[in-house]
């Protein structure tokens, strides 16, 4: 229960969060103002709040995605001047990422470059990480000796141990395994070492809420997009997602990437709601199916033949109208419905800023789409062809033996 009268400052170095007095860390205190407060997210951080009154426990955060697990951490953090660090895990996380690793320097002598945990440990940050029952065992293993009570961390390339500053805490993060592929269920020895909290989906009304300040959409409109998510969660009986639970059509992400398009009318509403929701689908009876939900909320009839002309797009007539031989490699393209239907709906994602991944047949004209979109640009297309033994160093670079140095340093 909320108290009525908030206890007096235990020091000059806390701030005051809804009752509860929080030690600041060496970072200005914020008040962040996009981020939207509602009662359930307040009710979490009020018992995220209870907890950082010790700063003893590490804190698991269990829920579905899209819950605002991350972000009530990022915000408590602003709020109460620490800084914050997020540490994403996957099936292939390696310790290093954690703990760091030897590298070489201007010099060419190795030194131990610490990791994100290790500098957090040692300063006094906030550490996230995310999707911890995604990681490898060997990585939990390690967290072990953290999450007791002497709150240390052992590495062994150093042979240091590195007491855990004042400020330091830890959080993670996981969806409930079973729900989501890939999750692993956490052993109860290993979870008992946190506190932990379960997020439970936002309610409807205060989705609404958040669409409307967030998206700056009107509140009718978010009314129809939490309807027509309500819809897509409970029929999906006799569909191929019937085994993938009620974000087997949409999720929460979705929902704000189709409020951030920003639509002006019902029409652009659900042509938005299509192109989004529809088109990664490859079944016709689940896309038929997404159609008739929109059509049925928004009260409009959608003409899939009309939303792929092209005939308004600015790129499509300038490369009509573009003069002289085309850009190499791409003589002879032929503007089919198939094309037509592909370069509208990059072209939605280029505009909003959304990452593309492009599924299909060899041959259906995925790469040629992002060359044309390329020469419209006038920007640059690296094409790397990825393969079974494609490494995270094809793309971010790394160390490798140099040939020739003493020709190279002469000139």
Known sequence: KQLTVPPSSPGPNFVNFEGFWIESGDQPPQNPTHFIITDTVRQHMNSLARILVTRKHPILLQGPTSSGKTSMVEYLALRTGHRFVRINNHEHTDLQEYLGSYISNEEGKLFFQEGALVEAVRKGYWVVLDELNLAPSEVLEALNRLLDDNRELFLAETQETIKAHPHFMLFATQNPPGLYGGRKVLSRAFRNRFLELHIDDIPDHELEQILSQRCSLPPSYCNKLVAVLKDLQLNRQGSSHVFAGKHGYITFRDLFRWAERKPSNHLELAQEGYM???????????????QNVLEKHMKIKLDIDAMYNCEDMPEYTSWLNTQGPPPPGLEGLVWTRSMRRLFTLVGKCIQHKEPVLLVGETGCSKTTVCQV????????????????????ADFLGGLRPGYGADAITTS
């Not at 989004?276 to 997404?290: M, N, P, S, V």
């Not at 297309?381 to 033994?389: G, P, T, W």
């Open 276 to 290: 989004l929701l529809a088109e990664r689908l490859r079944r016709d009876e689940d896309k038929l199916f997404i």
């Open 373 to 392: 979109y390329a020469h419209l640009l006038a920007r640059r297309l690296h094409i790397l062809n990825c393969h079974q033994n494609t490494e995270t």
